[in-house]
């Protein structure tokens, strides 16, 4: 009796340590997303999180990370640079996620990039373009998939070149992402053609994000008699100002108008045939622009599953949980410094094209995609007609133009 108690004893002791050592197995992989999920740029973050609960399913359903099912956790930064860090703090320290996925605005993202270093947990940024969590403040633990600031404005400079608009200005919200698409359209466009004039910033129009009545800035804008203007506006900001711009005759084609962020689906959808035909727009992404097994199963996915095309920001957290599996996957772990250093010159085919991580200052290296808005009878939202593709390495600036120095 005492050998059977005991070995009864055994068993279950034995059964305990077995259930542990399939708990800790089947332990979840966590992933936290924080994006802009109130307000007036809302519908950002409402398709980034479709993106990325499309791409989380999809992980899943083909058998997880290294086995392990995928969980999603969802904070919204309200586009306030102190709410993204409390939220990343929340997300690595109460929820024990292993990676972080986001960002919209490029103010929240210079204030976080600088405190992954202390989570020690790896950030990918999807959306905020601002080129300083790339280049000046880049560190370990901060990569971008997505194109930045310089890249996409490198694209509308060559456009602009072309063109015949020999004074420009711009309208751009009053913060870091708006000045410095300014700043860097100029340096790119004069190196390009010369004899151009670009007016000083307190003859340009920089609405803080809180505007709702953009006449004012209309009117500077019509009254500097500029034949070229550089819009990076975006989110709820753009969409008032076209509607406002086209009751207020902004659109006459009396000026030549480019919008770096203007293809957002977000946006197209909000507007429909309120927005102008013939007006040049960038994106990160566009649904239509890659011929590939990969983008057509994403767009089909998404548009069946949303009844919409997928927007930049669906396709960057979508694209971000896909890198992570797939970087996981080579790893076998989802041990955070294993990930950081599988990411760092990692390639992946994705929706977007081919995008390469450089291990340099950890920027994505893709293909970029500007276009001329137009009307299609089969669309409900204005398509890209013609659409202009850009090889990455022709955009995409050198590392020590970027002053990342990785340490």
């Known amino acids: 009796m005492k050998k059977r108690f005991i070995l009864g004893i055994s068993v279950c002791f034995l059964a305990l340590i077995l259930s542990g050592t399939v708990y800790a197995a089947a332990k979840p992989v966590k992933l936290g997303f924080v994006y802009i999920m109130s307000g007036p740029f809302a519908t950002y973050g409402q398709f980034a999180k479709q993106g990325a609960e499309l791409a989380i399913d999809e992980v899943n359903k083909a058998g997880g990370i290294n086995g392990r099912t995928v969980e999603g ?3 919204d930064s309200t586009g306030k640079s102190d709410v993204g860090i409390r939220v990343i703090r929340k997300l690595v320290y109460e929820a024990g996620v292993d990676a972080v996925i986001g960002l919209d605005s490029s103010g929240v993202a210079s204030a976080v990039t600088p405190v992954m270093k202390e989570l020690k947990t790896p950030l990918i940024i999807t959306h905020a373009a601002t080129p300083d969590v790339t280049g000046t403040n880049c560190n ?4 971008r998939i997505s194109l930045n600031l310089n890249q996409n404005i490198a694209m509308a400079a060559k456009i602009a070149s072309e063109g015949k608009a020999k004074t420009w200005t711009t309208v751009g919200p009053d913060y870091s992402f708006g000045h410095q698409s300014w700043e860097y359209f100029q340096k790119y466009l004069s190196q390009r053609k010369s004899g151009l004039v670009f007016l000083p910033d307190d003859k340009a129009a920089f609405p803080p994000l809180s505007t709702t009545d953009f006449s004012p800035y209309i009117t500077k804008v019509i009254s500097s008699n500029a034949d070229g203007v550089l819009i990076s506006l975006w989110g709820g900001n753009l969409i008032d100002f076209v509607r406002q711009g086209m009751d207020m005759g902004f659109f006459d084609g009396k000026r030549e108008v480019l919008m770096t962020l203007g293809a957002a689906t977000e946006v197209l959808y909000a507007l429909k045939d309120k927005m102008p035909e013939g007006i040049w727009v960038g994106t990160r992404y566009w649904f239509n622009a890659n011929n590939t097994p990969v983008n057509k199963a994403f767009v089909n996915a ?6 919409v095309y997928p927007s930049y920001n669906a396709h960057g957290a979508y694209a971000a949980v896909k890198m992570y ?3 996981a996957a080579k790893a076998k772990s989802v041990d955070k410094e294993k990930i950081v ?3 760092e010159g990692f390639a ?3 929706p977007v094209g081919k995008v390469v991580i450089r291990p340099e200052d950890h920027q ?3 293909d970029g995609v500007w276009g001329k808005t137009a009307a299609d009878p089969k669309v409900p939202i204005r398509v890209l007609k013609p659409l202009r593709k850009f090889a990455g390495k022709d955009i995409t ?3 020590a133009e970027t002053g990342c120095k990785m340490k």
Do not use: I, N, Q
Not at 140 to 143: I, P
Not at 302 to 307: N, P, T, V
């Open 341 to 343: 250093g599988t990411l």
């Open 73 to 75: 956790f969802f904070e």
């Open 140 to 143: 370990r633990y901060t990569f």
């Open 348 to 350: 992946l085919e994705l």
């Open 364 to 366: 994505a290296v893709t």
């Open 302 to 307: 998404y548009h069946k599953r949303f009844g």
């Open 325 to 327: 599996a797939a970087a």
């Open 397 to 399: 600036p050198s590392v």
